[in-house]
């Protein structure tokens, strides 16, 4: 099946499931961390390695002040729906190719 062009300024729903409809998120922890990464992986530049940033800092306290250029979203998230087994998004691309590279950094 050949996959839709997908236009800038458009409004999609992009949904992904586990292998076998296994369970994608087992805790809290996983809820979170895949939240987080929506904000942290919706933007053009790379995210950030924080194990670099931290790499032999564990006596300090607190964060370390990460400074990073502001952020360029590649997609709008409008709604979003986290399942233990799927998630979906109803979203709008804002760069060409931005829910495909959005999508691709969320899955790996």
Do not use: W
């Not at 400074?67 to 409008?78: D, G, N, Q, T």
């Amino acid at each position: 099946m050949e996959r839709p062009t997908l236009v800038t300024n458009e409004i999609y729903h992009i949904y992904n499931r586990g292998v076998d409809k296994r369970n994608v998120f087992l805790d809290n922890d996983d809820y979170l961390r895949f939240v987080h990464d929506i904000f942290e992986f919706n933007d053009i530049a790379p995210a950030p390695n924080l194990a670099y940033h931290l790499r032999n800092k564990s006596k300090e306290v607190g964060l370390p002040n990460i400074h990073r250029a502001p952020r360029k979203l590649i997609v709008e998230v409008l709604v979003f729906c986290l399942m233990p087994n799927h998630f979906h998004f109803i979203m709008r691309q804002k760069k060409e190719g931005g829910i495909t590279k959005f999508m691709r950094k969320i899955g790996t």
